[in-house]
């Protein structure tokens, strides 16, 4: 449990180097159960911060929807962290019945310190984050197992999400419902900073016979 407890307050930590919420909002989302909350407060943050750009100032331009701007460094109990590139926005995906948005994606890497560095048995890592959010849009329960994403990077990595820091996406989904959360993909050999764009791949989802309800997803997404 203590293990499973550490990797939820590193996964918020991570997360928040990107994202860029504040002390409050962090301690808010972890009295109230933890990592899930925690991508709902920044989003929150973020819709927040997109409505008073193209109200008060009336502009449009996507980084300014982001409190932590590219090549911007943040450090938390859990480290130093730089964003090295953000994604543009990307459109959503669908797939039979299944409609993948994508509501952020950057490369990044930290300097851990700490419980976290002890907890990563590492003093450094370089990472790409994936914010996203799948639903069902149909009456029927189907499986579409979001969190089994696998990428490949420009710099020659296929990797899947990291098991403690991501959370759990999708998989066995009744009619009509909807699951969001993060994924951390660790690189094993090349740096972040390195990664000019990535491919993601997703299984199409099955019905209760086990029978494919739509296509594969395969998209590749340029930083």
Same mark, same amino acid.
């Given at each position: 449990?203590?293990?499973?407890?550490?990797?939820?307050?590193?996964?918020?930590?991570?997360?928040?180097?990107?994202?860029?919420?504040?002390?409050?909002?962090?301690?808010?989302?972890?009295?109230?159960?933890?990592?899930?909350?925690?991508?709902?407060n920044?989003?929150?943050?973020?819709?927040?911060?997109?409505?008073?750009?193209?109200?008060?100032?009336?502009?449009?331009?996507?980084?300014?929807?982001?409190?932590?701007?590219?090549?911007?460094?943040?450090e938390?109990?859990?480290?130093?962290f730089?964003?090295?590139?953000?994604?543009?926005?990307?459109?959503?995906?669908? /797939?039979?019945?299944?409609?993948?948005?994508?509501?952020?994606?950057?490369?990044?890497?930290?300097?851990l310190s700490?419980?976290?560095?002890?907890?990563?048995?590492?003093?450094?890592?370089?990472?790409?984050?994936?914010?996203?959010?799948?639903?069902?849009?149909?009456?029927?329960?189907?499986?579409?197992?979001?969190?089994?994403?696998?990428?490949?990077?420009?710099?020659g990595?296929?990797?899947?999400?990291?098991?403690?820091?991501?959370?759990?996406?999708?998989?066995?989904?009744?009619?009509?419902?909807?699951?969001?959360?993060?994924?951390?993909?660790?690189?094993?050999?090349?740096?972040?900073?390195?990664?000019?764009?990535?491919?993601?791949?997703?299984?199409?989802?099955?019905?209760?016979?086990?029978?494919?309800?739509?296509?594969?997803?395969?998209? /590749?997404?340029?930083?």
């Open positions: 449990m203590k293990k499973w407890m550490v990797s939820l307050s590193a996964a918020t930590l991570i997360m928040l180097a990107a994202c860029g919420n504040d002390g409050e909002d962090n301690q808010e989302a972890n009295d109230n159960g933890g990592n899930q909350e925690t991508q709902e920044t989003a929150g943050t973020n819709e927040e911060a997109e409505t008073n750009d193209s109200s008060e100032n009336g502009n449009s331009d996507s980084n300014d929807e982001w409190e932590t701007q590219v090549g911007e460094t943040i938390n109990e859990g480290g130093v730089t964003l090295h590139a953000r994604a543009e926005p990307v459109d959503p995906v669908e /797939t039979g019945p299944v409609v993948v948005e994508i509501d952020q994606l950057n490369v990044q890497s930290g300097d700490g419980e976290m560095a002890e907890f990563m048995e590492t003093d450094r890592l370089e990472m790409i984050q994936l914010d996203l959010s799948v639903a069902n849009t149909s009456d029927e329960d189907i499986a579409f197992y979001a969190d089994q994403a696998e990428i490949a990077t420009s710099t990595e296929q990797l899947q999400a990291d098991f403690w820091l991501s959370d759990s996406i999708g998989g066995e989904m009744m009619g009509n419902t909807s699951s969001q959360g993060t994924l951390f993909f660790v690189l094993e050999s090349t740096s972040a900073e390195e990664v000019e764009h990535i491919r993601i791949r997703w299984s199409a989802p099955q019905d209760d016979n086990y029978d494919s309800i739509g296509e594969d997803v395969d998209l /590749t997404v340029e930083f």
